[in-house]
């Protein structure tokens, strides 16, 4: 909804050119509200005079563009919780000279065949401040940016669930730590092939991979 300068968030999902551009000009401030879960692709791209922006702890993913080319963002608070930072989610954003990743991150997109850098062309000398062995300092590492340690973050699942291979009739559970370690298991004798859509694919934070005995 629209209140004066105000951009109330209540729900969102994706939208490449929602009804707000048309007054996108007047908004100076975003408001994110408890209980919102995904940020959608391109939802904020674009929004010249916002300033800064609070993402709550019930996000999990932030989306592809999400905010980028957001000129005049200076300020992002990443609560725990978000897990993803999508492709472009706050490129060219020229005023945000640093970010803080929660240890809840796992994924943050990086320049590759299929995604671009979550924070391609912000601020000069861009510094990513994280917890060392997590998302955020290896993240740093790929793109080449200042990695500022701000401790060790204790090792706490962050992604768990379960996968139905229909063709071998297995059910494989898995989860994912902060710090990187994943843990694949199956209900029964289960021979792991090439498939490319595991729900952890380009999972490129884990560090140690631990296997069942059914595996």
């Known amino acids: 909804s629209r209140c004066g300068v ?7 999902r994706s939208c490449i050119y929602p009804s707000r551009y048309s007054y996108r000009n007047d908004i100076t401030n975003i408001v994110i509200e408890e209980g919102i879960t995904y940020i959608g692709k391109s939802m904020f791209n674009g929004l010249d005079n916002i300033t800064e922006v609070s993402i709550p702890k ?4 932030i989306g ?5 080319g957001c000129s005049s963002l200076e300020a992002v608070a990443i609560s725990n919780g978000v897990t993803d930072i999508g492709s472009s989610a706050f490129a060219g954003c020229i005023k945000l000279s640093e970010i803080t990743i929660p240890s809840s991150v796992t994924y943050i997109a990086y320049e590759g ?3 671009r850098d979550a924070f391609s062309g912000c601020g000069d000398n861009f510094t990513v401040k994280g917890y060392e062995n997590t998302a955020a300092e290896l993240y740093a590492e790929i793109e080449g940016y ?3 340690s701000i401790g060790t973050a204790e090792s706490c699942i962050v992604k768990s669930g379960t996968y139905n291979d ?4 297995a059910v494989i559970s898995y989860s994912l730590t902060n710090d990187g370690i994943m843990s694949i ?3 029964s004798a289960y021979t792991m092939g090439s498939d490319n859509n595991v729900p952890w694919y380009r999972w490129y934070a884990v560090r140690e991979l631990v296997l069942g005995d059914n595996i």
């Open 6 to 12: 105000c951009y109330r968030a209540l729900s969102f």
């Open 64 to 68: 592809a563009a999400a905010f980028g």
């Open 58 to 61: 019930t996000v999990r993913e």
């Open 166 to 169: 229909t063709n071998k009739e």
């Open 113 to 115: 065949y299929e995604t």
């Open 146 to 148: 200042k990695f500022e």
């Open 185 to 187: 298991n199956a209900d």
